[in-house]
Structure formats: C-alpha cells, structure tokens
C-alpha cells in the first residue's frame, strides 16, 4: 500500500513548507488525487499545527472525503531542544473539538495496531476517516538500531516502517 506524507494542501502553505513553485505544488496534488481516485493511496499523513494550519487540513479533508483515504493526524514531533514547539501539539480532544465544528462524526473508535502507534479513529458521517495518533511508543519493540540512537529517549515515533523521502532516499527513521 501506499501511504503519502501531506506538508501541505492548499498552494500558499504547500509550497511555503515544501520549497516548491506553485506549478510543483499543483502537480504533486494532482498525482495524489488522481492516485487517491484510482484506489492507489491508502492514507495521508498530516501534522496539524495550533494556529498553523487549521484551514489547510480543512482543505485536505475536504478534497478527500469521498476518495476512502484514512487521515492519519500527526502532532509535531519536539526534538530536545525544541520543547517550545509542544505548544503547537493537539490533544485528541481538541482535535475532535475541531473536527466536530465543520463535520459530524458518525462513530469513534480506540483503535490498537501493534505496528504502528496508538490511535482513536474517527469515521465521519461524510465518509472521511480520521486517525488521530498519540505520541507514545507502542508495544512493539524498537529496531535494533535504536538501542544506540542519541535519541532513543526523546523518540515517541515507535512506526515500524520504512520511508521513501521525497528525494528519493530510503529513511528508517524520522531522527536519522
């Protein structure tokens, strides 16, 4: 399956995260959609900012609530040093707050996935799904890898999957 990584939807926040040009940006939304709509795209990874980028994850759920595509809401991850930024993280409940003032959630579910993080998800009455991801490791134990990683302790990643980056790179980690 294929799961995309979204850093932005609508043109303006897209490309000011991403660096592109706006014709860049309106050809990687293009593919997405047209993949989505083919059945190719299994969920989209997005990190929801406080007052950041609420209007553009409305965009984003918007544009996909009929293509049965999975959400999956990320909260930033604060690296050490960085503690500020938890600031910017939403609670579970904040975000069904949010999501609750545009669309009607029509059921929410703690959803358990020994290979991934913690979720609860919510199935929305327009057919969007939304997988709200906690911040914790799993179950699961980490790579081998990781027992020496200058970060083990600050990492609350605990996804066991491999990534593509947009560059073309193979990243097991989002630290390294």
Do not use: M
């Amino acid at each position: 399956r294929l799961n995309i990584s979204a850093h932005g939807w609508n043109q303006e926040y897209f490309c000011k995260n991403t660096g592109n040009s706006k014709e860049q940006c309106e050809n990687i939304k293009s593919h997405i959609l047209s993949l989505a709509i083919k059945g190719k795209i299994h969920k989209i990874n997005y990190v929801l900012q406080k007052g950041k980028n609420e209007s553009d994850f409305y965009a984003l759920l918007e544009s996909v609530k009929n293509l049965n595509i999975v959400v999956d809401v990320l909260n930033l991850l604060v690296f050490p040093g960085q503690e500020d930024a938890a600031k910017l993280q939403y609670s579970f409940a904040e975000i069904e707050q949010f999501v609750n003032e545009y669309w009607s959630i029509d059921k929410s579910i703690d959803y358990e996935n020994p290979y991934s993080l913690p979720s609860k998800r919510l199935v929305l009455t327009n057919g969007c799904v939304i997988n709200l991801k906690v911040n914790q490791l799993n179950k699961q134990e980490v790579f081998l890898s990781c027992k020496n990683c200058l970060y083990k302790e600050s990492c609350t990643e605990g996804i066991k999957a491999i990534r593509l980056t947009n560059d073309g790179l193979i990243q097991p980690c989002l630290f390294r």
